[in-house]
């Protein structure tokens, strides 16, 4: 097999360097670590979006620039490798705009595929419930219809960014049926974050950063023309947004900058007189890490190359995202185990290494495993659809 970029694949990969680059440089955007979670700055999406990256691999007919996802894999492999700011326009580009496009109405494409293209708008995803995590079909978030409307009442959990977004994409129960299938009673709808009747409550993480979010629903009303797709199909169609999200590259780089702080602190400290580059365990440690990273990179681009051909990854996409956030974890606990105390140390201290961002990563890893499904999801979901493993 060849491996190869195209020549303009090089090059877009050179032109977003340099626009990064000149964008660091001016030193008016934040970049860092969980890039595309804690740092949503609109200004700069919107220079993404003159750009074209936005909506990259869309079709040209929705506002999109019609390229494959490889191409727009490229593009966002370089953010995330200096950290960008892509928090306001990234769940909107990665799952919401292919949803609309793969199940809504001539009226929701009209009137939010060119936001998202430009940068106007932001979403949320409301998933997750107390009682419904990788599980979703739990839910127990409903909305009674009532003459034009939806009425909603419930309760999500662990959504980021609800206390900033202008909209949700929302799991909600629509059949009460008792005696049907729970994978047929539910919808995606599009709610408007400042309706009446919404509250949002923040969960602060072990970081001390406010991300996620309890959002309460209590009589809101959603206009019908909001609900994606067909009534009642939800489940079916939230499954084809999870393999937009397990499919990309966040997973594996949204802790770079963790993996090159630890290889540079091995290239330049010492312990007991001896360079710890020189140590046999650390050496090995740490070249483990770095094969895990290249493989995983590589299937990543493989599976890129699927939505490339029209293919979904519905298992292929749980493998990538399994693989890259087990690393993650590892990851996190070797830098940390071999910076020893100076890895302990937050961003505000004096004394914090590469910006604290060791210390960071190690909090944020227990999510990494549980975030977009739990390893032992993705793993079910790799037996039942890749190998046909039969179940009870």
């Keep these: 097999m ?51 990256w936005i909506g990259m691999a869309w079709p040209k007919e929705y506002g999109g620039q019609g390229l494959g996802y490889t191409d727009r894999l490229i593009m966002l492999e370089e953010m995330f490798r200096v950290g960008a700011p892509i928090a306001f326009h990234y ?22 595929l060119p936001k998202i293209l430009n940068a106007d708008i932001s979403f949320c995803l409301l998933f997750s419930e107390p009682g419904a995590g990788s599980d979703l079909a739990n839910c127990r978030t409903t909305a009674v219809e009532k003459g034009d409307h939806f009425i909603v009442n419930g309760q999500k959990v662990w959504t980021t960014g609800a206390h900033r977004t202008d909209y949700g994409w929302a799991l909600v129960r629509t059949n009460f049926d008792p005696n ?39 009589n809101v009303e959603v206009p019908k023309e909001y609900l994606v797709g067909k009534k009642d199909n939800g489940f ?30 091995v290239k330049t ?28 990179r590589l299937f990543i681009y493989y599976v890129a190359s699927l939505l490339d051909h029209g293919k979904m990854p519905t298992f292929e996409a749980a493998i990538g995202k399994t693989v890259s956030t087990l690393y993650e974890a590892r990851l996190a606990d070797v830098a940390t185990n071999v910076m020893g105390l100076h890895g302990l140390l937050m ?31 993705l793993k079910n979901i790799v037996a039942r659809r890749g190998l046909k493993l039969a179940t009870k």
């Design 180 to 218: 049907i299938s729970r994978y047929d009673a539910f919808s995606e709808m599009i709610i408007d974050m400042k309706s009446p009747g919404i509250t949002v409550r923040p969960i602060i993480n072990m970081v001390g950063v406010h991300s996620f979010n309890e959002v309460f629903f209590d």
């Design 269 to 296: 400290n010492e312990r007991d007189g001896q360079p710890l580059s020189k140590d046999p365990l650390i050496r090995d440690t740490v070249a483990k890490l770095e094969v895990e990273f290249h493989v995983a």
């Design 347 to 377: 961003s505000d201290s004096p004394e914090a290494l590469f910006n604290g961002v060791v210390c960071e990563s190690y909090l944020w890893s227990p999510s990494y495993t549980i975030q977009g499904g739990v390893v032992e999801v």
């Design 2 to 52: 060849d491996f190869k970029f195209t020549k303009e694949q090089i090059q877009l990969r050179e032109e977003v360097r340099g626009f990064l680059r000149t964008e660091k440089e001016k030193g008016i955007y934040p970049f860092g670590a969980n890039s595309f979670l804690e740092l949503p700055c609109k200004e700069f999406s919107k220079e993404v979006a003159k750009k074209g």
């Design 91 to 112: 769940l909107a580009d990665r799952q919401v705009g292919p949803g609309l496009i793969h199940f809504g109405s001539d009226f929701l494409k009209k009137e939010f």
């Design 236 to 265: 079916r169609q939230i499954m084809t947004n999870l393999d937009y999200e397990r499919s990309g590259i966040d997973r594996l780089m949204q802790n770079y900058l963790v993996k090159e702080s630890l290889i540079e602190y």
